[in-house]
């Protein structure tokens, strides 16, 4: 007996919205493009205060040893030691290579992270008004927390007959599903679970409407 006869699966893959837009009794709003709402923006007051601490302790000695250097004093060791690598050692030496293109990365990487929103696990919701524009967005802002939100589509996903377990994975575009079955043809249990699922997208009232993948199987000892 081969893999394939010891479990059998029904998937599917559609997106949110053209699904909502002709759910009957959706409500105002559904099935039209809501309006921008923007994500949340981390404050990063902690990775801000260190580094602002490293650049200030590090400018600081710095400054400390050029005006020790300019009042007749010896430079500090490190940085005569720094000083003879650096005239001793070619440009195209593969130290200075790899130092340059380490340093490179690093900053880029910092640029990256400032212009980042952060807060990746924090789904932002619609407003409550009929369009968000520039007055209500700085009112109230509503967000979710992609687990929580995961546990509220796996317990409507549970509510499905013919769902014995299931895992809602929920990502910033993307809402994955899958459910084990243990009775009920898995085309039937995936339409439902599919419809429970959408229902349930719905009513989180999400700013940016996800897709939707469901995956349904069963294995060889569930069909005896």
Request: glycine share 12%; no cysteine.
């Amino acid at each position: 007996m081969n893999a394939d006869q010891k479990m059998r699966q029904s998937t599917s893959a559609s997106a949110y919205g053209a699904r909502a837009g002709t759910a009957a009794g959706s409500g105002a709003g559904d099935g039209e493009p809501p309006g921008r709402v923007r994500r949340f923006w981390s404050e990063r007051r902690v990775p801000a205060g260190i580094v602002s601490l490293v650049i200030a302790a590090v400018s600081g000695l710095l400054l400390y040893d050029v005006a020790a250097v300019r009042s007749g004093r010896h430079a500090l060791g490190w940085r005569d030691w720094l000083a003879g690598e650096l005239a001793s050692r070619p440009l195209d030496s593969a130290w200075i290579m790899g130092g340059a293109a380490l340093l490179a990365a690093l900053g880029v990487w910092m640029v990256i992270l400032a212009m980042a929103p952060g807060l990746r696990g924090l789904l932002p919701m619609r407003a409550p008004g009929p369009e968000p524009g520039p007055e209500a967005e700085g009112a109230v802002r509503a967000g979710i927390d992609r687990t929580s939100a995961g546990l509220v589509l796996r317990d409507r996903a549970m509510e499905v007959s013919g769902v014995r377990s299931a895992r809602v994975d929920v990502g910033r575009r993307r809402i994955r599903a899958r459910a084990l079955a243990h009775f009920r043809d898995l085309d039937e249990v995936r339409a439902d679970l599919d419809a429970a699922l959408h229902e349930g997208i719905r009513q989180l009232g999400l700013a940016r409407q996800p897709a939707l993948s469901v995956r349904v199987r069963r294995s060889a000892k569930s069909k005896g």
